[in-house]
């Protein structure tokens, strides 16, 4: 069990369509866990969702009325206008059936829902979340409807791979529940409305954040890297930047895109790209030494070893792309050395950009098959350095899509105890509650 600070949030409001699919009783934990983030939901249900569902499910977790009609019954409330353009800061339609996603693409707003979507006109972000048959699912209709809406700037949320209720194994199983909260956190923090009870939770701080792993080239289109795709980088930098925090965030050229990225000339945001291990170090010596930062994420994955000479046919050239790229039938031999660590260096460089403060500086450790004790001798080695006030150790047979397990280590209080735990939990929500708390302690 988590046992990461909670942070208290406000109510944004969640509107959660529910259409007619047997994994529609998912909705109801989606529904659970919205609320336990202190979201207000209210949902809407097609027919078909109602013959697996009964409407005292969703009034019992939400308090609020099962809404599925698209007259109001009363001239002061108009549903589909109302839930659009004056209620809702979110849509998502969890599952999403074919019908529903068909529906959709081909702009019919016969239902409440439809109706809704149509009114909405992408003022808030709206999410899919498809769930069907994997037959279904890859059929033409379906692929080019959520294309289309994708076009128009649907988010479509991934269908999981696996056994499906007809006793079939494919794609087109319902992202679980916990995943889906995840994309909407996202979704909210792109669209700009705050998810705390002030919009300046962290208003006071800037933060450099690192992320994805670096490339060191081998020749002119082969490189040396490695499995980071940037992803808890990018959500630390939506949520920070939500809370109010001004972020630079250094990523790597193949990283996820934070959904900040994508706001032209966001406030409080700006990102720079860097290829190699030597880019970055580059780029966050320029940061720290130049400017004022409260705190350092480092969460890249930066490359232990780079090519340095690269041995083709008997001879021997300098590793990188002066020399375009090697023939594919080449005898090759590459050698390799040691890349010095960055992290080491985060501190000294903080001195000259912040000299009258402290600047809080946190690394990862990803271990790969590392018991407890490994995983704690691995991050104990950060400290030793003097290179980290905080670690975040995560093992990478624990992460999957939908979890983010870690355990969040800080400095020990004696000789005797060089490390401390701080707290643990298993998602990113968790990770981002973890930081806001030891940051504003610091």
């Known amino acids: 069990m988590s046992n990461v600070p909670e942070i208290k949030e406000k109510q944004i ?40 569902l009964q409407p005292a499910v969703f009034e019992g977790l939400t308090h609020r009325p099962l809404l599925t009609d698209i007259f109001g019954g009363r001239p002061d409330f108009i549903p589909h206008l109302t ?4 209620w809702a800061d979110v849509i998502i339609a969890y599952p999403a059936s074919a019908h529903c996603i068909n529906q959709l693409a081909a702009g019919n707003c016969d239902d409440l829902f439809g109706a809704v979507c149509l009114a909405n006109n992408y003022r808030h972000p709206l999410l899919i979340a498809p769930a069907m048959n994997s037959e279904m699912f890859l059929h033409p209709s379906v692929r080019q409807s959520l294309e289309k809406l994708a076009q ?18 494919g794609p087109g199983k319902l992202i679980a529940p916990e995943c889906a909260a995840e994309f909407i956190d996202k979704a909210v923090s792109q669209s700009g409305v705050s998810l705390c009870t002030k919009n300046t939770m962290m208003k006071n701080f800037r933060i450099l954040i690192t992320g994805g792993g670096s490339r060191e080239p ?53 990102s720079v790209t860097y290829r190699t291990a030597g880019d970055l170090s580059d780029l966050m ?13 480092h969460a890249a994955a930066v490359s232990d070893f780079r090519p340095v000479f690269v041995t ?28 010095p660590k960055i992290a080491d260096k985060i501190k000294l460089w903080s001195q000259s950009g912040n000299p009258s403060g402290k600047t809080i500086v946190v690394c990862f450790k990803l271990t790969d098959g ?53 707290c643990t939990g298993k998602t990113l929500s968790d990770l981002t509650n973890a930081l806001v708390s030891v940051l504003q302690e610091e």
């Open 218 to 270: 081998i020749d002119g289109v082969r490189c040396i890297t490695n499995i980071s795709t940037g992803r808890t980088a990018s959500f630390l930098v939506d949520r920070f930047i939500s809370m109010g925090a001004t972020v630079t965030y250094l990523k790597a050229q193949q990283s996820v895109l934070p959904a900040s990225a994508r706001i032209r000339d966001r406030a409080g945001f700006r």
């Open 285 to 297: 010596q320029h940061e720290l030494t130049e400017y004022r930062y409260d705190a350092v994420i």
């Open 312 to 339: 083709v046919n008997g001879s021997v050239f300098p590793a990188g792309s002066a020399f375009g790229k090697i023939p594919s039938d080449s005898n090759l031999s590459v050698t390799y050395e040691p890349v």
């Open 83 to 86: 839930l659009a353009q004056r």
């Open 13 to 52: 409001r969640v509107l959660l369509h529910v259409s007619g699919s047997i994994a529609c009783y998912k909705s109801c934990e989606l529904a659970r866990l919205l609320i336990k983030k202190g979201f207000e939901v209210q949902v809407t249900a097609s027919a078909g969702a109602l013959r697996f």
């Open 152 to 169: 128009w700037g649907t988010i479509i949320l991934p269908t999981e791979s696996g056994q499906l209720a007809c006793g079939t194994t």
């Open 370 to 422: 590392a018991d407890r004790t490994n995983r704690v001798k691995a991050s104990l080695k950060l400290f030793k350095r003097n290179a980290a006030d905080y670690v975040v150790s995560n093992e990478l047979s624990e992460i999957s899509f939908n979890t983010h397990p870690f355990e969040l280590f800080g400095r020990g209080t004696s000789e005797n105890e060089k490390i401390t735990s701080v």
